[in-house]
């Protein structure tokens, strides 16, 4: 029998494992040994490391290759492609990096790697990218993330810093203090099983029911019950979809009309409450924000809203903010309105109260653990000013040299000539995929880094065949999580696949700067060079690592945790003088002069309620609210094609979760193939009818790769990107709204086209 802890450890964002191996192809990954509720997305490797998807040499789709870069972007995604060389492939990229940034200059180049491609310190496709087009004079990027950009913008205007995006209490705070946690946006721990660096052991799961046990009562504000565990036995309210502002309003009312705000903690920590006490109260519009206002609004019972309200000013709350809620539009208003909630409360700096953003989003949200400053590898400095909010990408495509705004800021977009992807998938991520795909039509060529035929690769001009974590040396160590883990080869890359330090070391030989991008380094020279880095950041704390050579022979290592028990804002909470935030007050900005300077008529100075774009207070008969959260068995869409993933489809469809009376009044009955579509566009899924999820409410997580069947876009494989909306969600942050969506839904008469 074997003994698994001989085998060898490799890492990913969703866990680590030790990898059993026979006759060069992974057979089994193993849970690494440490961790307690250990996620089964790594078996989705098992089988597709050699299968027919895989790409194992570079390619060049045939039309770019036979009449050159321009004037063929109409057949990206329909063409064949032709293997060539590495020698050539190399040289095609080096000669059209030298044409456009002579013709276009190098703001036309949009380096679009999103991250995700690997845990590994050293093999961070985005990095590597962006060192070598930083070396070659630069390049557009995108700033924020598809996750929650509407968060990252708007909290350094409310607290000062985007940094307490990651900051919440500790688990272990929540667990010893508080009384009742009140979750908008559920605590959905299929999300945690993943943690941007590596996760060495699941904490959210554990966390939970060691809560639960110790007495902390739970609320989850969802229209999906499964968005808390049944073991916790929460109360589940399940408003309308894009309504959580207007019941956080509602709340505040409540607070304040009751006398149950905490005036003390206003006074001393915040600024500007006259002016939203007066929104409440409806002194300018006359419609005070009761709770029988937002009753109509979110279509839950008045009495519900305020019972929550007195419940969570009884004890010690804790407020958490799911990073979804951002996805919506205006979704800068949620974590507005959690931190004046959180205020209001009085309780923000308390152990186990206040405000946290996104527990059971990452795994790394409340995760007991050290900050060490590890290194990374240097990407150097980028002389191109211009970039883009992340989710603008169609919109840059379509509009070359059009104006947005953004953060308070008009800018505008580049002409881009060259797109090129390492790590991450944009035919995940985006929105309105077909609205997408028409615009990815536009640039002169794309270039992918790509270890399998996914919707990328197969929209790309030049195809560079990269290696999986399971076939490279790397450490994972970051800041977010406690343990250290020596990645080691367990398969040889399939083909000639290579990692992406030896593809752009390879490009860059060509450009004459292959000594500047690999500064005489050897991969093993720049793993020692990180490890050491990190050797010298923790004597400092006296935190000693093992030497390099006997930490790849141990294996792993776990930085001891001492501070068990951090509270978010627990110094400025003490003296806000001696701690101010680094807003312009120093204090939380519950009215901000700043964004009000902006004019921005879709986010004001203060928190409101504005109606969404789409929602089922607007809904047209038989429309029902698409939901298209994050999927339990994959990463974003990685490993969509392996066995795990592909094991959980009903009848070889995507799943659909639809409430029962809503599937009874059109026909569809469990397991039936269905039909989602809006003018945007249409996919096939099969029916699951549940009680579980809120009525007039259709639930499809993300992840299916992105395959149209014909020129309208139609994805039998059961993308919800083909129906979401590409919109921003307010000038100041410009973040996707994917969760602001009506679709219709029928049952589907074959499985075979979308027909109408």
């Excluded at 492939?89 to 000669?95: P, Q, R």
């Excluded at 407020?319 to 209001?344: C, K, N, Y």
């Excluded at 900005?589 to 109606?611: L, N, Q, R």
């Amino acid at each position: 029998m074997t003994d698994l802890k001989s085998l060898p450890l490799t890492s990913f964002h969703w866990g680590t494992y030790r990898v059993e191996t026979e006759a060069d192809d992974v057979v089994a990954l193993h849970p690494f040994e440490e961790d307690p509720d250990p996620s089964r997305i790594g078996e989705g490797y098992v089988g597709v490391l050699k299968d027919s998807n895989r790409i194992t040499a570079p390619h060049v789709r045939k039309s770019w290759l036979e009449n050159g870069p321009t004037g063929t972007g109409a057949t990206r995604g329909h063409d064949p492609f032709v293997e060539v060389s590495w020698d050539k492939a190399e040289e095609l990229v080096a000669a059209e990096l030298t044409r456009v940034r002579e013709a276009h200059g190098n703001e036309s180049i949009f380096g679009g790697s999103y991250g995700w491609a690997s845990a590994g310190r050293f093999h961070h496709a985005q990095g590597q990218l962006k060192r070598f087009l930083n070396l070659n004079g630069g390049f557009t990027r995108s700033v924020n993330s598809y996750s929650l950009a509407a968060g990252e913008v708007i909290l350094p205007h409310v607290l000062g810093a985007g940094s307490f995006l990651t900051g919440a209490n500790t688990w272990q705070s929540v667990i010893d203090h508080c009384d009742l946690m009140v979750a908008f946006g559920g605590l959905p721990i299929k999300n945690a099983q993943i943690g941007q660096g590596g996760v060495g052991a699941h904490r959210a799961g554990p966390a939970l029911r060691a809560a639960k046990a110790a007495g902390v009562e739970f609320v989850s504000i969802s229209p999906l019950k499964s968005d808390a565990i049944d073991v916790l036995e929460a109360q589940w309210l399940a408003p309308r979809p894009s309504t959580d502002a207007a019941l956080m309003i509602a709340l505040a009312h409540t607070l304040l009309d009751e006398g149950l705000t905490d005036s003390d903690f206003i006074a001393s920590h915040t600024t500007g409450f006259d002016s939203f006490a007066s929104y409440l109260r409806g002194d300018a519009d006359g419609t005070p924000k009761t709770a029988d206002w937002a009753a109509a609004i979110c279509d839950l019972p008045a009495d519900d809203i305020r019972t929550l309200a007195r419940r969570m000013a009884k004890g010690r709350t804790m407020i958490s903010v799911s990073w979804s809620l951002t996805r919506q539009d205006h979704g800068e208003q949620p974590f507005w309105l959690g931190t004046v909630l959180a205020a209001m409360l009085g309780q923000i700096g308390l152990p186990g109260g206040g405000i946290g953003f996104g527990y059971c989003a990452v795994n790394t949200v409340g995760l007991e653990r050290e900050r060490p400053d590890f290194p990374s590898v240097p990407q150097g400095r980028n002389p191109v000013e211009t970039f883009i909010p992340v989710a603008r990408i169609t919109e840059m495509l379509e509009n070359p040299g059009g104006a947005f705004e953004y953060n308070g800021k008009t800018r505008h977009y580049p002409d881009t000539r060259l797109i090129w992807w390492a790590g991450g998938n944009p035919f995940h991520h985006h929105q309105d995929l077909n609205r997408l795909r028409q615009a990815w039509t536009r640039p002169d060529t794309v270039i992918v880094n790509e270890w399998c035929w996914n919707a990328l690769a197969r929209h790309a001009d030049i195809v560079l065949p990269c290696t999986t974590p399971l076939e490279r040396r790397d450490v994972t160590m970051t800041p977010r999580d406690p343990y250290m883990i020596s990645m080691e080869p367990a398969v040889p890359p399939a083909g000639q696949a290579r990692n992406d330090y030896d593809i752009f070391r390879g490009i860059a030989r060509h450009l004459g700067l292959e000594e500047a991008f690999s500064e005489g380094r050897t991969e093993d020279d720049w793993l020692r060079w990180l490890y050491d880095g990190a050797r010298t950041e923790t004597a400092q704390t006296n935190h000693p690592l093992p030497a390099y050579d006997t930490f790849r022979a141990q294996g792993w290592h776990k930085l001891p945790v001492t501070d068990t028990h951090r509270v978010m804002l627990e110094g400025f909470r003490k003296d806000p003088v001696a701690n101010p935030l680094t807003t312009p007050s120093g204090r939380i900005e519950i009215y901000s002069e700043t964004i009000a300077g902006f004019g921005y008529a879709d986010c004001p100075g203060h928190p409101t309620w504005m109606e969404p774009v789409e929602w089922l207070g607007a809904a047209e008969e038989g429309q029902l609210h698409l939901v298209s959260n994050q999927p339990k068995n994959k990463l974003h869409s990685q490993l969509d094609h392996g066995p795990y993933a592909q094991s959980e489809r009903v009848n070889g469809l995507e799943p659909a979760h639809m409430n029962a009376q809503d599937a009874a009044a059109r026909g569809i009955s469990d397991g039936d193939p269905v039909r989602l579509h809006n003018a945007r566009g249409a996919c096939l899924c099969a029916a699951v009818v549940s009680d579980g999820v809120r009525p007039g409410v259709i639930q499809v997580s993300t992840g299916a790769w992105y395959r149209p069947d014909d020129d309208a876009g139609h994805c039998s494989n059961g993308n919800p990107n083909v129906l979401t909306l590409d919109k921003g969600t307010s000038s100041l942050a410009q973040g996707p709204i994917a969760h602001t969506c009506l679709v219709e839904v029928e049952r589907a008469l074959n499985t075979d086209i979308l027909d109408e």
